[in-house]
């Protein structure tokens, strides 16, 4: 999705603008732009393609001199991806970068022409909104924003700049994120905060319809009707070091070899006398008395880890759990209501789908848990309650260590439900909260383990043009996710089936040679499975079985066997994640290609 930085100090601002864009790359972008004053006038240097492109450009056409401006890496949503659509976009006096959506820019569009305003260059909603605000404009800023925003629907931040207010920058928000950084005499905007992570790790959170002005190396807040606002400034607990690669070729490896340290993050705070405790995030065993359904909603990798969240919820706390894709929930007119809780699971706490359903919910009786890793994003700030995941910042798009703490919050929020309810004695909720405790060990010795199979395997991946991925039970909650892995940077066709299933229709596809990864750590099911395996191998297809070392499976039963750590069954999910992600990751390194920035995807989903 889009980012937007802005900056007014002392430093060489284009500078600044880039290398802070350059920590918003992981949102995902087809274009970058920058506007800067220069000796009092508005400079502005645009390019499509990667921020190198842009400073190529510069260097070749003269890089904007000047302390104060803005910036933005766009994703297209209205328009191409091309020179003439980049931001920042221009009115007569006003000049913006947005991230977001304007979902009546026609209607404004169409109020201008009538209103004799005809100059627009591009396709997009963000200039039809610099028009507005140059249509509003009087000499009163604080006037022109707030009559822009009574007229704009949508989701939007902005970043402005006004021609006859130099070294001044306005920014305001309403559904998209901004935060504000104040270093020591200068003052940025940004879409996340590792984009000024190196320069300040305070910040402010600019809450909707609050306008920003930075100015003289600071920062200043009011309303939209120009009522002062006081703000308390918050201090990251990432360092730049920690949004870097710091050594591995990719970040989705680094972000691999990061799991164990962030279950230990995650759990251990919820940890209080050997038992769950998730009173400090508004949960409590009386509110878990009290909850009849789950319905757990979310997109991609975050509803995966609430496939694992069902099976073991509706297991140890017999409570019945719905998972569901955010984007089908919420135009599904659901049944739910007093006595249900809605869990949203999202890394970003910025995904469009699931914050509609939140709002959603918000209207019926139902009461709402969001399990979220970006502090203070959206979705965390709205629900009833929140539990926050601690991965630290994710920069591969495909997500790897958020997914594997979103699953360590799926268990202990099981144990304490079960528990509450009286599902599970004590004795049985202190041994699971233990095993879970002692999780980010396994995890780091089943990377360990794993790594020089998965790298081989991965050989034999790179050139089928489709796969399979199979389980029963748990392992077909995992297989979702180990496929989705796998396509999504691998490019490799792939669909995970429940090895019940194949003999419905889908064996059909297989061929000699065609890969088939059954997920098999479930013991209980382990024989129907090899059943499956044999059924596939029989018809040519090459067979990879991930399963736990002492797992009854003869080598001769698959091509490739990657064994990995025994643990208690229920659990296993949280290690044989690890083989899948590094399937994933070595088959799209084999391939060449871009592994933290995969094709057309995004790493902020904010728009629908
Ligand atoms: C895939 C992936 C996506 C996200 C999905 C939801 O690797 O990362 O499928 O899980 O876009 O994003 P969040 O969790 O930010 O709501």
């Given at each position: 999705?889009?980012?937007?930085?802005?900056?007014?100090?002392?430093?060489?601002?284009?500078?600044?603008?880039?290398?802070?864009?350059?920590?918003?790359?992981?949102?995902?972008?087809?274009?970058?732009?920058?506007?800067?004053?220069?000796?009092?006038?508005?400079?502005?240097?645009?390019?499509?393609?990667?921020?190198?492109?842009?400073?190529?450009?510069?260097?070749?056409?003269?890089?904007?001199?000047?302390?104060?401006?803005?910036?933005?890496?766009?994703?297209?949503?209205?328009?191409?991806?091309?020179?003439?659509?980049?931001?920042?976009?221009?009115?007569?006096?006003?000049?913006?970068?947005?991230?977001?959506?304007?979902?009546?820019?026609?209607?404004?569009?169409?109020?201008?022409?009538?209103?004799?305003?005809?100059?627009?260059?591009?396709?997009?909603?963000?200039?039809?909104?610099?028009?507005?605000?140059?249509?509003?404009?009087?000499?009163?800023?604080?006037?022109?924003?707030?009559?822009?925003?009574?007229?704009?629907?949508?989701?939007?931040?902005?970043?402005?700049?006004?021609?006859?207010?130099?070294?001044?920058?306005?920014?305001?928000?309403?559904?998209?994120?901004?935060?504000?950084?104040?270093?020591?005499?200068?003052?940025?905007?940004?879409?996340?905060?590792?984009?000024?992570?190196?320069?300040?790790?305070?910040?402010?959170?600019?809450?909707?319809?609050?306008?920003?002005?930075?100015?003289?190396?600071?920062?200043?807040?009011?309303?939209?009707?120009?009522?002062?606002?006081?703000?308390?400034?918050?201090?990251?607990?990432?360092?730049?070091?920690?949004?870097?690669?710091?050594?591995?070729?990719?970040?989705?490896?680094?972000?691999?070899?990061?799991?164990?340290?962030?279950?230990?993050?995650?759990?251990?705070?919820?940890?209080?006398?050997?038992?769950?405790?998730?009173?400090?995030?508004?949960?409590?065993?009386?509110?878990?008395?009290?909850?009849?359904?789950?319905?757990?909603?979310?997109?991609?990798?975050?509803?995966?880890?609430?496939?694992?969240?069902?099976?073991?919820?509706?297991?140890?706390?017999?409570?019945?759990?719905?998972?569901?894709?955010?984007?089908?929930?919420?135009?599904?007119?659901?049944?739910?209501?007093?006595?249900?809780?809605?869990?949203?699971?999202?890394?970003?706490?910025?995904?469009?789908?699931?914050?509609?359903?939140?709002?959603?919910?918000?209207?019926?009786?139902?009461?709402?848990?969001?399990?979220?890793?970006?502090?203070?994003?959206?979705?965390?700030?709205?629900?009833?309650?929140?539990?926050?995941?601690?991965?630290?910042?994710?920069?591969?798009?495909?997500?790897?260590?958020?997914?594997?703490?979103?699953?360590?919050?799926?268990?202990?929020?099981?144990?304490?439900?079960?528990?509450?309810?009286?599902?599970?004695?004590?004795?049985?909720?202190?041994?699971?909260?233990?095993?879970?405790?002692?999780?980010?060990?396994?995890?780091?010795?089943?990377?360990?383990?794993?790594?020089?199979?998965?790298?081989?395997?991965?050989?034999?991946?790179?050139?089928?043009?489709?796969?399979?991925?199979?389980?029963?039970?748990?392992?077909?909650?995992?297989?979702?996710?180990?496929?989705?892995?796998?396509?999504?940077?691998?490019?490799?066709?792939?669909?995970?089936?429940?090895?019940?299933?194949?003999?419905?229709?889908?064996?059909?596809?297989?061929?000699?040679?065609?890969p088939v990864i059954a997920v098999a750590t479930q013991n209980t099911l382990l024989e129907?499975?090899?059943?499956?395996?044999?059924?596939?191998?029989?018809?040519?297809?090459?067979?990879?079985?991930?399963?736990?070392?002492?797992?009854?499976?003869?080598?001769?039963?698959?091509?490739?066997?990657?064994?990995?750590?025994?643990?208690?069954?229920?659990?296993?999910?949280?290690?044989?994640?690890?083989?899948?992600?590094?399937?994933?990751?070595?088959?799209?390194?084999?391939?060449?290609?871009?592994?933290?920035?995969?094709?057309?995807?995004?790493?902020?989903?904010?728009?629908?």
């Amino acid at each position: 999705m889009c980012g937007i930085v802005g900056y007014v100090g002392p430093r060489d601002c284009t500078d600044v603008l880039i290398s802070a864009l350059a920590k918003l790359e992981y949102r995902g972008y087809d274009s970058a732009g920058i506007a800067v004053f220069e000796n009092g006038k508005i400079e502005v240097a645009k390019s499509k393609g990667r921020l190198s492109d842009l400073v190529e450009k510069m260097e070749k056409e003269g890089k904007p001199q000047g302390h104060a401006g803005i910036g933005h890496t766009r994703w297209a949503t209205h328009g191409e991806p091309s020179d003439i659509n980049s931001h920042p976009h221009s009115g007569r006096r006003v000049t913006i970068v947005h991230n977001g959506i304007i979902e009546n820019y026609k209607q404004i569009k169409q109020f201008l022409i009538d209103n004799e305003r005809t100059e627009f260059l591009s396709d997009t909603d963000t200039e039809v909104v610099a028009q507005l605000l140059d249509f509003y404009y009087n000499g009163d800023p604080i006037r022109a924003i707030r009559r822009t925003l009574h007229e704009v629907r949508g989701s939007f931040a902005l970043g402005i700049v006004f021609a006859d207010r130099p070294e001044t920058i306005y920014a305001v928000r309403r559904e998209s994120p901004l935060i504000v950084g104040q270093g020591k005499g200068e003052a940025f905007i940004a879409s996340d905060v590792p984009a000024i992570l190196k320069y300040t790790k305070d910040y402010y959170l600019l809450e909707h319809n609050e306008i920003v002005i930075l100015k003289n190396g600071s920062a200043s807040f009011c309303t939209m009707h120009g009522r002062v606002i006081d703000k308390e400034l918050k201090t990251a607990d990432w360092d730049e070091d920690s949004a870097e690669k710091g050594g591995y070729p990719h970040f989705m490896i680094k972000e691999i070899h990061e799991q164990p340290t962030a279950v230990k993050m995650t759990v251990t705070p919820r940890i209080e006398d050997g038992l769950p405790d998730l009173s400090e995030c508004g949960i409590t065993p009386e509110t878990l008395k009290d909850i009849n359904n789950v319905f757990i909603v979310a997109c991609g990798t975050a509803m995966h880890a609430g496939m694992v969240g069902k099976y073991v919820i509706e297991k140890l706390a017999r409570v019945s759990v719905t998972v569901d894709i955010a984007s089908e929930f919420r135009y599904r007119n659901p049944l739910i209501g007093k006595g249900d809780l809605v869990i949203i699971i999202s890394q970003s706490g910025e995904t469009a789908d699931s914050k509609a359903v939140l709002r959603l919910v918000k209207e019926t009786e139902a009461k709402t848990l969001a399990i979220v890793n970006v502090k203070g994003s959206s979705i965390a700030r709205e629900a009833d309650m929140v539990i926050y995941t601690h991965a630290g910042p994710e920069i591969a798009v495909a997500s790897t260590k958020a997914y594997m703490v979103q699953l360590a919050v799926m268990y202990l929020f099981a144990f304490e439900l079960a528990y509450a309810k009286g599902r599970i004695d004590e004795a049985k909720c202190r041994d699971l909260t233990d095993q879970l405790i002692k999780m980010p060990a396994i995890i780091e010795k089943t990377v360990n383990s794993v790594v020089d199979d998965c790298q081989y395997i991965s050989t034999k991946l790179i050139s089928t043009s489709s796969l399979l991925y199979i389980g029963r039970g748990l392992d077909y909650a995992l297989s979702m996710e180990g496929s989705l892995k796998l396509k999504e940077i691998s490019y490799i066709h792939s669909e995970s089936y429940a090895a019940g299933e194949l003999k419905h229709g889908t064996i059909s596809l297989i061929t000699e040679g065609m890969p088939v990864i059954a997920v098999a750590t479930q013991n209980t099911l382990l024989e129907k499975t090899i059943s499956n395996i044999e059924e596939v191998k029989a018809r040519g297809a090459m067979t990879v079985v991930i399963c736990d070392e002492e797992a009854d499976i003869g080598e001769e039963a698959a091509d490739y066997l990657i064994r990995i750590p025994k643990i208690a069954e229920m659990l296993m999910p949280m290690v044989a994640t690890v083989p899948m992600q590094l399937l994933a990751y070595y088959t799209s390194v084999n391939k060449g290609n871009d592994v933290d920035r995969p094709r057309n995807l995004a790493k902020s989903v904010t728009v629908e």
